[in-house]
């Protein structure tokens, strides 16, 4: 039997309704959105379930909300038994899978990702930086995009999602101009995302600084899972979380080596759990791209928690 990961989504995934099947049917699900209300003081969860979707989608929202809601749905997965040798996150789920690995307590975390979010926002005047999606255009063909661009000003990679999709960050102009020229190296296509700020570039590094003081101010536990970084693909250490964390910010994700990493150790079941379902298409593609077989289901409902727990139930016999 192969190994397992619990896998968390990043900002993007969220839309009004997520988690409020899991608060109506499980008791621990909805111990976490409690618990989330309470360390914000503020109505989250009624903003999960019912909120203005404009709201819901500004960064200090959307990032307590993604993870409340990811957190939720695990406690619901772990009470049927089921567990991982893996975990890892993109970008803000980064901090699910620390949660997850119970190094960082999820009243610290929801906390401190809501001032993540502010500080993200803050960094970058709105309209001044953009992120684009880069299809069919392999890494070498990307940076070589990024680099007859870089004189117009900073650009930069910020996720390398797949072997099929990369995304890039930085100013708009050397943003739209590496985009064309994306798609005159063979790019299929060159899409210009709908976010707020041009995340994971060094136009972030501001929020990073800022982001370094709420993090002194939490306790860091032993991890009781590996956790694979975005910053560098690798197990985390304790000591290592937060320079990572920190850095994490203004630096590309490396979602496909992290990944790879895992399905190399022998990782043949990944879960996705939280709103979306992007990180499962991540998955199926990584693995196909390097010849293997892996198993990669999302937990957005009770439909799809049930169809897992059958999954696991039959894996377990």
């Given amino acids: 039997m192969g190994k397992a990961a619990f896998i968390f989504p990043g900002q993007g995934a969220q839309y009004v309704g997520m988690g409020k099947d899991f608060y109506e049917r499980f008791s621990v699900s909805r111990e976490v959105f409690d618990e989330a209300d309470e360390s914000l003081n503020m109505g989250l969860s009624s903003l999960c379930f019912e909120g203005d979707e404009d709201e819901l989608k500004k960064t200090e929202n959307t990032q307590p909300a993604i993870l409340t809601t990811s957190i939720a749905i695990l406690r619901a997965v772990e009470k049927m038994g089921i567990d991982c040798d893996y975990t890892a996150g993109l970008s803000l789920g980064e901090y699910s899978s620390l949660v997850k690995a119970e190094s960082i307590s999820f009243s610290d975390a929801v906390k401190v990702v809501k001032k993540r979010g502010k500080y993200m926002q803050e960094a970058v005047p709105e309209g001044k930086g953009g992120m684009a999606a880069i299809l069919g255009l392999d890494k070498e063909g990307v940076l070589k995009a990024i680099e007859e661009s870089r004189q117009y000003g900073v650009v930069e990679v910020a996720n390398y999602n797949s072997p099929e999709q990369i995304v890039i960050s930085g100013e708009i102009r050397p943003l739209n101009v590496a985009c064309d020229k994306a798609k005159k190296l063979g790019a299929k296509k060159a899409v210009i995302l709908r976010v707020s700020a041009p995340f994971h570039c060094k136009l972030l590094e501001p929020a990073g600084e800022k982001l370094k003081d709420e993090l002194k101010n939490i306790d860091i536990f032993p991890l009781k899972k590996e956790v694979i970084a ?62 293997v077989e892996a198993n990669a289901y999302n937990v957005s409902n009770i439909e799809e928690y049930n169809e897992l727990c059958d999954f696991f139930n039959k894996r377990r016999y």
């Fill in 230 to 291: 975005n910053v560098d693909a690798k197990p985390v250490k304790r000591e290592s979380i937060i320079p990572n964390l920190i850095k994490q910010v203004s630096s590309p994700v490396l979602w496909t080596d992290t990944i790879s990493f895992m399905l190399k150790e022998g990782t043949d079941t990944f879960v996705e759990m939280g709103p979306g379902k992007s990180l499962t298409g991540f998955v199926k593609r990584i693995a196909k791209y390097e010849n």
